[in-house]
C-alpha cells in the first residue's frame, strides 16, 4: 500500500472512502473543528444530523459511515471517534486509522484518505496513523485458494491542513511505514503453519528478510549448538525430526568507537511448535500452538528497522534458539536432569516447559557478549495471561533503569506492558531435591517462577523479561489488530533503542 502526506483538506482529496477522526466535544454545539465543518457543509448539514440519530457521539472505538450520494467526489465518509480530548493518546490516531483501514477494505478497497487532527506532536501523530494503516490493511491469505485482491487498498493518503510537508513528517512517515511493513512480517511468521515454517526454516525466512539491511546474519547448526554445550536447549530439541538451529543477528554501527560500546541484546523465544513434548497438552491447547515463536518473530522484525531506519550509535545483537518440542522414542522426560551451557543443572518435572530451557542457554550465551542490556520476549506462560488477559504484556526485571525505560518505551509505542514482582518466596518452588534447580513448580505464581528461572541465567547483566503470551496473538479484528499474530513487541523495542540513542 502506497501512503503518502498532503497538505490538502480533506473535502478537497479525492478518495474511495473519506475518514475523520474527532474527539467527543467535536460533535457538541460549542465544539466543532474546521475539517468537520467543512464535510458537514459539504453534505448539506447532513453528517452531524445523521451521526446523531445514529448514536455516534465521538467515543473511543466508535465508527459511524455516510454515503456521500453524490454530494462529494468520494462514496463514503467515515467519522472515528477518540473519546474526550483531555484523555487523548497518540495510541488513539492508531486505533482510528487501523478501523478506517479495515471499513476501506470492508467497502471495496480503493484509495482511502485520513485527516490529522494535528497538534505539537505532529510528528508523533502522522507515524500513528502511518502505522494503523499498515496494520489495519494488513491480511494473511496465503494459503487461500482464492484471494480477492480486487479489495486492496491500493493508496492511502494522510491529510494534514495547515501543516505544509517537510522533512520531520517526512521521517515520521518514513519511520510508521517501516515498524507497520516490519509489525506484519511478524504477523505473517506467527500466523505460518508450523508444516512449513520449521526451525530451518525460521532461520532461513530470516536470512531472507534481514538481507541487504547491513546486519550481520549467522545460523549455527546442532554440531555448534553441541559445541556450545547448550545441553537445556538440545534436551528440548531431541524429541523432534526436525534439527535445532540458534541464529545470531548482529547490527554494528559505523565508527570504531560506536562499534565498540556494549552492545543491547535481544531474545527471543522460537519453539515453532510446541506439543507439550511428554507432557502432551490436550488436543484443543495444541491447535495454536504453531505461534510459540511470536518472540523470535518480533525480533526479527525489530532488527530490520533498527538496521533500516533507526540506526543507532551502539550495537544491537539478536539471539534466538528455536526448535520443535515433539513426544518421540527420544524426547527428553520428565525426571530427566539436563546442564546448561553455564554449569547448572535442571531437574525437568514438566517437559511442557520448555521455552524457559532453550532461553536459559541463549540467555547466558547472549550475556557473554558483556552487553548494556537484555531484554527477552516470549510466549512463555500461561499463568501470564491468567494474571494479565489477552491484551497485557508481563513485565519482570531488578534493573530499575532498564525496567523504567522498556515501561516508557512500550507507553510512547501504544503497546500495554505491565510489571510484575518478582517475588523471593514463589522461587522455592524450584528446588530440587537431586538438581541445582527444577523447570517447573506449582501451578501458582508460574509466570513469576518462569522470570525466576529465566534470572538464574543472565548473571549481572541488566535483564527485561516479556512474557506475551496473550497479547501475542488476538482471537478477533479490534482497531488496527487483526484476527491471528498481532507481533506485539516490535513497536516497543524500536523505540527503545530510538530513546537509548537519544532520538525520542
Avoid at 164 to 175: E, Y
Avoid at 365 to 386: F, H, N, Q
Wanted: net charge positive; with cysteine.
Amino acid at each position: 500500500m502506497d501512503i503518502q502526506l498532503s497538505a490538502n483538506a480533506l473535502v478537497d482529496t479525492k478518495a474511495n472512502l473519506l475518514t475523520l477522526p474527532v474527539f467527543e466535544e467535536d460533535l457538541s454545539k460549542k465544539g466543532g473543528t474546521e475539517a468537520l465543518a467543512a464535510l458537514d457543509g459539504a453534505l448539506g448539514k447532513a453528517l452531524l444530523t445523521a451521526a446523531a440519530q445514529e448514536g455516534f457521539k465521538g467515543k473511543a472505538n466508535q465508527k459511524f459511515v455516510m454515503h456521500t450520494l453524490g454530494k462529494l467526489s468520494t462514496a463514503r465518509v467515515l467519522l472515528v471517534g477518540l473519546g474526550a480530548r483531555e484523555k487523548f493518546r497518540t495510541e488513539a490516531l492508531r486505533v482510528a486509522a487501523g478501523t478506517a483501514a479495515k471499513e476501506a477494505l470492508r467497502s471495496g478497497g480503493g484509495t482511502l484518505a485520513v485527516c490529522a487532527p494535528l497538534a505539537a506532536a505532529a510528528e508523533e501523530e502522522v507515524r500513528a496513523i502511518v502505522e494503523g494503516l499498515g496494520l489495519g490493511a494488513y491480511r494473511f491469505d496465503k494459503w487461500r485458494s482464492k484471494k480477492d485482491g480486487a479489495k486492496a487498498i491500493s493508496k492511502a493518503i494522510v491529510c494534514t491542513p495547515g501543516i505544509k510537508r517537510n522533512a520531520r513528517l517526512d521521517r515520521a512517515s518514513s519511520l510508521g511505514k517501516a515498524v507497520a511493513s516490519a509489525t506484519s512480517f511478524a504477523r505473517d511468521l506467527v500466523n505460518e503453519p508450523a508444516i512449513s515454517l520449521t526451525p530451518t526454516a525460521l532461520a532461513q525466512t530470516a536470512q531472507r528478510y534481514l538481507k541487504g539491511t547491513g546486519l550481520q546474519v549467522t545460523v549455527h547448526d546442532r554440531e555448534k549448538i553441541e559445541a556450545l554445550k547448550m545441553g537445556m536447549f538440545l534436551g528440548v530439541a531431541q524429541g523432534s525430526a526436525e534439527p535445532p538451529r540458534l541464529i545470531e543477528v548482529r547490527y554494528v554501527p559505523k565508527g570504531a568507537a560506536a562499534a565498540k560500546s556494549k552492545p543491547l541484546a535481544l531474545v527471543g523465544k522460537a519453539i515453532t511448535f510446541d506439543s507439550g513434548g511428554l507432557s502432551l497438552k490436550p488436543a484443543d491447547a495444541m491447535v495454536d500452538m504453531k505461534t510459540d515463536m511470536a518472540g523470535s518473530a518480533a525480533v526479527f522484525a525489530a532488527m530490520h528497522v533498527i538496521a533500516t531506519e533507526v540506526q543507532p550509535r551502539f550495537p544491537v545483537h539478536a539471539f534466538v534458539g528455536t526448535c520443535e518440542n515433539m513426544p518421540s522414542g527420544t524426547s527428553y522426560r520428565p525426571g530427566d536432569v539436563l546442564t546448561s551451557r553455564i554449569g547448572k543443572t535442571v531437574e525437568v518435572t514438566n517437559t511442557d516447559a520448555e521455552g524457559r530451557l532453550v532461553l536459559g542457554d541463549v540467555l547466558s550465551y547472549a550475556c557473554e557478549s558483556k552487553p548494556r542490556g537484555v531484554i527477552d520476549l516470549a510466549t512463555l506462560t500461561g499463568a501470564c495471561i491468567v494474571a494479565l488477559g489477552n491484551y497485557t504484556v508481563g513485565t519482570f526485571g531488578r534493573d530499575e533503569e532498564l525496567v523504567g525505560a522498556v515501561l516508557d518505551a512500550a507507553r510512547a509505542a501504544g503497546e500495554d506492558f505491565w510489571r510484575l514482582p518478582l517475588v523471593p518466596e514463589v522461587k522455592d518452588v524450584l528446588k530440587s531435591d537431586i538438581a541445582d534447580m527444577k523447570n517447573a513448580g506449582v501451578r501458582w505464581g508460574g509466570a513469576i517462577s518462569a522470570a525466576h528461572f529465566l534470572e538464574e541465567f543472565v548473571g549481572e547483566t541488566p535483564w527485561v523479561h516479556l512474557d506475551i503470551a496473550g497479547p501475542s496473538t488476538s482471537d478477533k479484528d479490534r482497531g488496527y489488530v487483526s484476527k491471528g499474530g498481532t507481533g506485539v513487541g516490535v513497536r516497543t523495542l524500536v523505540e527503545l533503542v530510538r530513546r537509548l540513542d537519544g532520538q525520542g
